[in-house]
């Protein structure tokens, strides 16, 4: 196995507990083939890590073990089970969850939701990518799977050298799950990501709470989960809106399998057209897909999000409770709760934090890498 040099800064950076390392951390590299994995020592000899490596990459090398084992079958098990373990104290009888999730999990480039008894993979890196005969192995060993999808469809490959693609093995036609007493149809092969956005279901509870008897906006809605929940729990009426004509039939289809059409109406639209005419509402749920993709869209993205809480703000009646979220990794949480007020400012009106949601804990954050905290929720009171 090939052995890369850190330099004193590359050294420190590994010891504060980061899994990414970058040409300039190194005093000395080896050639290594794309995915390759290779041990990290400092310039005095000492083992520090095992990583695989991309000198095609901006990010070099990323750690899986600090530990100088075998980076096999086995290793994943272990890794597996830990996971399943701490998922259960979370999600006690839960059959749908976020088993693996990336950096989260100590395990970079690599993304596994579960969904009953199919399992959908993400392998984001060249690192992943070779590994994978050790992953599916141990994935079925951990888990009796009766499906498994690999949805290696991310942009982020390309940016990897790698190719797009979507394979399965098992039953994996669309399948309807429960969450929360609701059915879900899951699609793992065509769906958006994996089939369904887990990292909400804790923020969807809690909006629930408001939505008795209240008009709801449910914006950008996908699958319409948010909705359901609002109406599940006696929401008045629901709004959703999405410009997708297929996330718009897959949330139908999940409202009448719940038997609440009645409640939810659906509505085709850019949101920010649909907020020109829509009718007044008591509460609103603004959970946009990621507006800033890469540090360099920043400016552009901060905007769009400050115009999109402008005009949610404008159609809440005079106290109305909004739910405000970004799945941004370049956007932070101080930075959309500035973008509330001034949205609020700019209407005239007062906001008030009465709640601030993060991601489900089957994503978990690291946090040497605040990378893996991306979900932000901030539940307001918006006064007149």
């Not at 999730?101 to 480039?109: A, F, V």
């Not at 149809?185 to 709470?209: A, V, Y």
């Amino acid at each position: 196995m090939k052995t890369a040099i850190l330099n004193p800064k590359g050294t420190a950076k590994l010891l504060s507990g980061k899994l990414w390392l970058l040409k300039k951390n190194f005093a000395r590299l080896p050639d290594f083939e794309p995915g390759e994995i290779g041990k990290i020592v400092s310039e005095e000899g000492l083992f520090l890590a095992k990583a695989y490596f991309n000198p095609k990459s901006r990010i070099l090398a990323r750690v899986l073990t600090r530990a100088d084992e075998e980076i096999d079958t086995r290793f994943f098990v272990a890794r597996f089970k830990k996971a399943l373990c701490r998922r259960k104290e979370f999600f006690r009888g839960e059959t749908c969850f976020r088993l693996i999730h990336g950096e989260g999990d100590l395990l970079p480039g690599l993304t596994i939701d579960i969904f009953d008894k199919v399992a959908v993979l993400q392998l984001a890196t060249q690192g992943m990518e070779r590994l994978k005969n050790f992953i599916l192995p141990a994935l079925k060993e951990t888990l009796p799977v009766a499906g498994l999808v690999l949805r290696c469809d991310l942009p982020v490959r390309k940016e990897e050298g790698l190719e797009l693609y979507v394979a399965h093995e098992g039953s994996v036609a669309p399948f309807w799950v429960k969450i929360d007493g609701l059915y879900f149809l899951i699609d793992p092969l065509s769906g958006q990501k994996t089939g369904f956005f887990l990292d909400q279901r804790l923020n969807r509870r809690k909006i629930s709470g408001f939505t008795p008897d209240k008009m709801v906006f449910d914006l950008f809605c996908y699958n319409g989960a948010f909705a359901l929940y609002a109406a599940s729990s006696g929401a008045k009426k629901v709004l959703a809106v999405d410009r997708s004509k297929k996330a718009l039939e897959l949330a139908e289809e999940n409202a009448r399998k719940n038997r609440l059409l009645d409640r939810i109406t659906f509505i085709q639209d850019d949101v920010e057209n649909f907020l020109r005419y829509a009718p007044e509402a008591e509460v609103a749920i603004l959970d946009p897909p990621a507006i800033i993709k890469h540090e360099k869209a920043k400016k552009a993205g901060l905007k769009r999000y400050e115009a999109l809480n402008v005009r949610t703000i404008k159609k809440l009646g005079r106290e109305g409770v909004f739910l405000s979220c970004s799945c941004s990794q370049f956007l932070s949480l101080e930075e959309l709760l500035t973008i509330t007020q001034r949205a609020a400012q700019k209407n005239n009106r007062a906001a008030f934090l009465f709640e601030i949601g993060l991601q489900a804990p089957d994503h978990p954050v690291y946090l040497p890498m605040r990378e893996t905290l991306y979900l932000k929720a901030v539940f307001l009171r918006i006064e007149a």
